[in-house]
């Protein structure tokens, strides 16, 4: 049996959908993880009910666009990168997760029919090849979390080969560089780690690789050629919250340097109003999420300006003190913070998505 | 159980009305009392045998009456245990209107005779409650407070919801905050809303209610002179909110006295309508007829010409200031 990472060890229980029982993703799964109890169902039998207290992981075909824009907003700036639906849920279990408020089960789902998938991005990429795309994987599950179990990752960097116009950005708290050699273009993929304060990665984020792993890998890979991203996202307000990101800004300025590095996003912890209820009764460990959340212009709560200006300020001056200014954008946020922190607002440089396709494709400017 | 068939007339000074069972005592009110008088008793009272006396099982409040009235009583022999006395209690007063802390006082009376499941399937039904409902949940959580909660409970000081914020702190937390509850009588709305805020604001910095309330300045409120309880219920839950939300409170705080000094003489009002997430702020004003209009236009380019405004309009810009 394939020696399987301590985050997927509580993968207790397989349900296969009948119509994709005979996918080669299947096939792949059930070969690394032998010896589990397999349920086969109706594809129509509904969605999977585990009754055990470990994880479930659901193998079944996707019907629905595979690619989709991020849903930004009109009054906060949005990254504008493409979301390649991959599955849903993750075996980690980061108390601020959104999964917990966007699904109602923690059932890992893996959609088997990958060339459906490939097939769709084929048709989407090929139509005009002067069009650049950003994309990446880690919006509804973690980029690599089954990335052990599926090399779904490693079959998409191969794929992305044939499509210069594409950079494909793998997003993740776990660190399986496994897909590496696989890539044919290492200038257009992004591998990026979600980074926080050591005592965030500690108390909240459970099942997740160590800050220095994560730099570690970080490293490997600017080492290997590829230039990586780097999230401080969600930024927490919590005591001692100075010191913490000083620690984590002081290991990257150790690991990386800016040539290393095509983005920086900061963004704060904001969420849907109903996910605060939803911490709170799982992780009563979760302080943070009692601080000063107030209404959002979209609707999210989110940490009271000043307070998010201040630690932003605290975040970018030590960021930009080591050479990553030109890196950094914020997440989600709007003119007055862009200006309070930075000193520009995206509308001054050509727009936030056009900053960012820019950096991702190595500095090549956009000629469209 | 047996409740015998024949009626007995006793002596009101041979009934002892002090059992466990009779869990909701209380004055009798002017009906009952005007009802005994002009027309007598209709309903015996329930009695066991206790001596060479009684002890009353039901009928606490007629014989308060009769007593008083120096009548002999009415009333009929059983023979029950206690979580039959219980139940014909509970039965013969379900007509009274029952607030929580009769149903408290109820259930810490079967509590001990019965198991939670046979408490929420049996007895909160008898008492107008869901078994299903929140009522009962929280009503049984209630158990698991310090004793000394109870008192505030069954006078109706303390709404049953605080339960839920008082069931997620610590017993030092609970003894830390139990003052609050021994004389001010509390809305439901204010006492969850003081006991959220608190326990968040604890959460939030890590450390404990009792250091924030005795931080805060909320004892002294207690003791303080000239204050009704009603202001004191107000000057608490302020000082709750501005614990848990303390940057917020100071910007709210003088975004509304810059406010009120800009409009000062006018009839515009100013709010700040984004939560200090933009800088916008709006002015209204109501007019009902061209003079109105024409004083409120005047007193629009009065308010444009405050020195003010950029004080208000700057006031969320700069980065928080560190907590004192
Ligand atoms: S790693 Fe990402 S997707 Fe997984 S639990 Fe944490 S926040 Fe959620």
Same mark, same amino acid.
């Given at each position: 049996m394939t020696h399987l990472p301590a985050h997927l060890a509580a993968i207790e229980h397989i349900y296969l959908d009948r119509s994709a029982r005979d996918e080669p993703l299947t096939a792949r799964v059930l070969d690394r993880l032998p010896g589990l109890p397999l349920t086969e169902r109706e594809d129509e039998a509904g969605p999977v009910e585990h009754p055990g207290t470990g994880q479930a992981l659901w193998l079944r075909r996707f019907k629905g666009r595979f690619l989709r824009p991020c849903p930004g907003t009109r009054i906060y700036h949005c990254c504008a990168y493409q979301i390649a639906h991959i599955g849903e849920n993750c075996p980690m279990s980061c108390t601020y997760c959104i999964l917990q408020a966007y699904f109602q089960d923690r059932t890992l789902?893996?959609?088997? %029919?990958?060339?459906?998938?490939?097939? /769709?991005?084929?048709?989407? #990429?090929?139509?005009?090849?002067?069009?650049?795309?950003?994309?990446?994987?880690? !919006?509804?599950?973690?980029?690599?979390?089954?990335?052990?179990?599926?090399?779904?990752?490693?079959?998409?960097?191969?794929?992305?080969?044939?499509?210069?116009?594409?950079?494909?950005? +793998?997003?993740?708290?776990?660190?399986? =560089?496994?897909?590496?050699? $696989?890539?044919?273009?290492?200038?257009?993929?992004?591998?990026?780690?979600?980074? %926080?304060?050591?005592?965030?990665?500690?108390?909240? !984020?459970?099942?997740?690789?160590? =800050?220095?792993?994560?730099? &570690?890998?970080?490293?490997?890979?600017?080492?290997?050629?590829?230039?990586?991203?780097?999230? #401080?996202? *969600?930024?927490?307000?919590?005591?001692?919250?100075? /010191?913490?990101?000083?620690?984590?800004?002081?290991?990257?300025?150790?690991m990386l340097a800016p040539e290393h590095v095509a983005y920086i996003s900061l963004g704060s912890f904001r969420h849907m109003p109903e996910l605060a209820g939803i911490i709170a009764r799982r992780h009563p460990q979760a302080g943070y999420v009692h601080g000063e959340f107030v209404p959002g212009l979209d609707g999210k709560m989110r940490l009271l300006r000043p307070l998010r200006v201040e630690q932003f300020t605290f975040l970018a001056a030590r960021l930009t003190a080591l050479g990553f200014g030109p890196a950094l954008y914020f997440c989600m946020e709007s003119d007055e913070v862009w200006r309070a922190v930075l000193g520009r607002t995206p509308g001054e440089f050509g727009g936030l998505g056009r900053y960012l396709m820019d950096r991702a494709f190595g500095g090549e400017r956009d000629s469209g | 159980?047996?409740?015998?068939?024949?009626?007995?007339?006793?002596?009101?000074?041979?009934? /002892?009305?002090?059992?466990?069972?009779?869990?909701?005592?209380?004055?009798?009110? /002017?009906?009952?009392?005007?009802?005994?008088?002009?027309?007598? &008793?209709?309903e015996p009272v329930l009695v066991e045998r206790q001596g060479e006396g009684f002890s009353l099982v039901a009928g606490a409040r007629r014989l308060a009456v009769l007593t008083d009235l120096g009548r002999p009583v009415l009333a009929r022999e059983v023979e029950a245990?206690? +979580?039959?006395?219980?139940?014909?209690?509970?039965?013969? %007063?379900?007509? $009274?209107?029952?607030?929580?802390?009769?149903? #408290?006082?109820?259930?810490?009376?079967?509590?001990?005779?019965?198991? !939670?499941?046979?408490?929420? %399937?049996?007895?909160? *039904?008898?008492?107008g409650l869901s078994p299903q409902g929140r009522d009962i949940r929280l009503l049984l959580a209630w158990f698991n407070l310090p004793d000394a909660f109870d008192p505030a409970l069954m006078s109706g000081r303390l709404p049953l919801a605080a339960g839920e914020p008082l069931s997620r702190m610590t017993r030092e937390e609970q003894e830390a905050v139990l003052p609050f509850f021994a004389t001010l009588a509390w809305s439901r709305g204010s006492a969850v809303n003081f006991l959220t805020w608190i326990l968040e604001a604890a959460r939030a910095r890590e450390m404990s209610a009792s250091?924030? =309330?005795? &931080?805060?300045?909320?004892?002294p409120i207690l003791s303080e002179e000239?204050?009704?309880?009603?202001?004191?219920?107000?000057?608490?839950?302020?000082?709750? $909110?501005?614990a848990r939300y303390p940057a917020l409170f100071r910007l709210e705080t003088e975004a509304v006295r810059l406010g009120r000094e800009i409009c000062a003489g006018t009839a515009f009002r100013l709010t700040r309508p984004d939560q200090f997430e933009t800088p916008a702020v709006e002015l209204t004003v109501r007019v009902a007829g061209p003079g109105p209009l024409s004083r409120a236009t005047a007193d629009f380019q009065k308010i444009a010409a405050s020195p003010l405004w950029d004080r208000l309009f700057n006031l969320a810009e700069a980065p928080a200031e560190p907590e004192a």
């Open positions: 789902k893996v959609w088997t %029919n990958r060339d459906d998938f490939l097939e /769709e991005l084929d048709r989407t #990429f090929s139509e005009d090849p002067t069009r650049r795309w950003r994309i990446g994987t880690g !919006e509804f599950t973690d980029s690599l979390a089954l990335e052990a179990l599926t090399g779904l990752s490693g079959d998409l960097v191969e794929f992305l080969g044939r499509f210069p116009n594409v950079c494909l950005e +793998l997003k993740s708290k776990i660190v399986d =560089l496994s897909w590496t050699p $696989r890539v044919p273009r290492p200038d257009r993929v992004l591998p990026a780690w979600s980074l %926080n304060a050591p005592q965030i990665v500690a108390t909240q !984020e459970q099942g997740t690789a160590s =800050l220095e792993e994560r730099l &570690q890998a970080a490293r490997t890979c600017a080492d290997a050629g590829f230039k990586v991203c780097l999230h #401080f996202d *969600p930024i927490i307000h919590f005591p001692g919250w100075q /010191e913490g990101y000083s620690r984590t800004i002081k290991m990257i300025g150790d | 159980m047996t409740v015998s068939d024949a009626v007995i007339l006793i002596p009101a000074q041979a009934i /002892e009305a002090s059992s466990p069972c009779l869990f909701w005592p209380g004055e009798p009110d /002017e009906s009952l009392a005007f009802s005994l008088a002009r027309l007598g &008793q209709m245990t206690d +979580l039959e006395k219980g139940l014909l209690y509970l039965s013969t %007063n379900a007509a $009274r209107p029952l607030t929580d802390g009769m149903r #408290f006082a109820a259930l810490r009376y079967f509590h001990m005779l019965l198991t !939670e499941s046979e408490l929420t %399937n049996f007895v909160a *039904p008898l008492m250091e924030i =309330l005795a &931080q805060g300045g909320f004892y000239g204050l009704s309880p009603k202001d004191a219920i107000t000057a608490l839950t302020a000082l709750a $909110r501005a």
